[in-house]
Nanobody
Framework: QRRLVESGGDSVQTGGSLRLSCQAF????????MAWFRRAPGKARERVAG????????YYDDSVKGRFTISHSAFNDTLYLQMETLEPGDTAVYYC???????????????????WGQGTQVTVSS
């Protein structure tokens, strides 16, 4: 059974850093498109970053480009999101999502991801 479990959310001050983790179960050895999304209070869920686990393709929303880095460890099948220079606008519940196969230009289409984690809260205070 495939499932995703996030961790690493916390409260930090503006300019701080956090690393989110997403342990993937049932994906080991398979090529997958994995992604991070987030939902801020009162807003719709939005894309953050994506990665194709077999290869080096990564994708970022413009709002996080240069500050966030997505990566995947094949050793322990864990997805990471390293977040630097955090801003209050980054406050949200962060979700990881996964689907088998490539990412491509449609990496951010939520409806294409059948597997989702439960979310982890990130709060950035000014």
């Amino acid at each position: 059974q495939r499932r995703l479990v996030e961790s690493g959310g916390d409260s930090v001050q503006t300019g701080g850093s956090l690393r989110l983790s997403c342990q993937a179960f049932g994906f080991f050895g398979k090529s997958a498109c994995m992604a991070w999304f987030r939902r801020a209070p009162g807003k719709a869920r939005e894309r953050v970053a994506g990665i194709y686990t077999t290869g080096s393709d990564t994708y970022y929303d413009d709002s996080v480009k240069g500050r966030f880095t997505i990566s995947h460890s094949a050793f322990n099948d864990t997805l990471y999101l390293q977040m630097e220079t955090l801003e209050p606008g980054d406050t949200a519940v962060y979700y990881c999502a996964g689907r088998l196969g490539v990412c491509g230009r449609g990496w951010f289409l939520e409806e294409t991801f059948p597997y989702w984690g439960q979310g982890t809260q990130v709060t950035v205070s000014s």
